[in-house]
């Protein structure tokens, strides 16, 4: 047996020993994966659910239900709030933290009135060698991360996820549009429609993956440096739709796509972590 078999059965044991689960399921590629195995391991005893709100890129929360149902999940939908939260709003570098912490209260709310024993997340055992202060409101409110607990990388998700026939094997990350802000910069309603807009109409126009970092009123645009002279021969189009949507300015981010990039500008060295996660070595 290889390892991904073994971490692949170690998962669903992990989801059998839980009874019944809740699952905070965005409808990227970790959480479609952890539906799946724990409706194939669990039953109706295991739960999707997704909070909706204006962080989220236009078609997304349409793509979750369109998943929930192709897996043959039960799937409730919980309105959510974040831009409620001054904190949240503010945009300091724990953002994820306090946006977290809201919405698996939330869940753990409906987990508790539908007598769901546990709530679990997407967390995979990459997630833990980057910044994500969202980690741990998860971990302060007991909710489990079994993807992480079964040691299962990235690219074994989206390997188990090919070798189920799902959909969202090859999908590219997307995380919430706050995402995209400065942190200090205040999020708006009104920013995060402008740069959902602006990325749909980037991805319509051709660039499969693309960030559009919203800097005022200047969009920095981050596309895969193979995609790079792609923008530039589209300059105009872009640069006129982006002026219609309310920006003044748009610039090319000559490093291309990267993952977090708003962490760059982080002090990494003095701050103490926002929490220690220790992992126990696969056997």
Same mark, same amino acid.
């Given at each position: 047996m290889d390892c991904l078999e073994q971490k692949y059965g170690h998962l669903?044991? !992990?989801l059998q020993g839980y009874g019944s689960v809740m699952v905070a399921f965005s409808g990227g590629v970790d959480s479609t994966l952890l539906l799946k195995?724990?409706?194939d391991t669990l039953k109706e005893k295991a739960i999707a659910v997704t909070s909706t709100g204006e962080l989220y890129s236009p078609g997304e929360i349409e793509e979750a239900v369109e998943l929930a149902r192709f897996i043959g999940a039960e799937h409730l939908i919980i309105a959510g709030s974040?831009? +409620?939260n001054p904190v949240?709003?503010?945009n300091p570098p724990d953002r994820c933290y306090h946006c977290k912490k809201k919405e698996y209260g939330e869940i753990l709310a409906v987990a508790g009135a539908r007598d769901v024993k546990v709530v679990i997340d997407g967390v995979n055992a990459d997630d833990l060698n +980057? *910044?994500?202060p969202g980690i741990r409101a998860g971990i302060e409110l007991g909710v489990s991360s079994p993807l992480k607990d079964a040691g299962l990388r990235k690219e074994e998700i989206r390997a188990l996820s090919r070798k189920l026939g799902l959909p969202t094997a090859d999908k590219p990350a997307n995380p919430c549009l706050a995402s995209r802000f400065p942190y200090g910069t205040p999020i708006t309603t009104q920013g995060l429609r402008q740069v959902g807009a602006a990325e749909n109409f980037l991805r319509k126009l051709g660039i499969p993956q693309v960030r559009v970092? #919203? #800097?005022g009123n200047l969009a920095r645009i981050e596309a895969p440096s193979a995609y790079l002279k792609f923008v530039v021969e589209h300059a105009?189009? !872009?640069e006129s739709k982006l002026r219609v949507l309310g920006y003044t300015y748009v610039a090319l981010d000559l490093?291309? *796509?990267r993952t977090g990039s708003m962490n760059e500008t982080l002090n990494v060295h003095s701050p103490e972590p926002l929490f220690t996660v220790s992992v126990s070595s696969e056997k």
């Open positions: 669903k044991e !992990i195995v724990a409706v974040e831009l +409620d949240f709003t503010s +980057d *910044y994500r970092r #919203h #800097h105009v189009e !872009i490093l291309g *796509y």
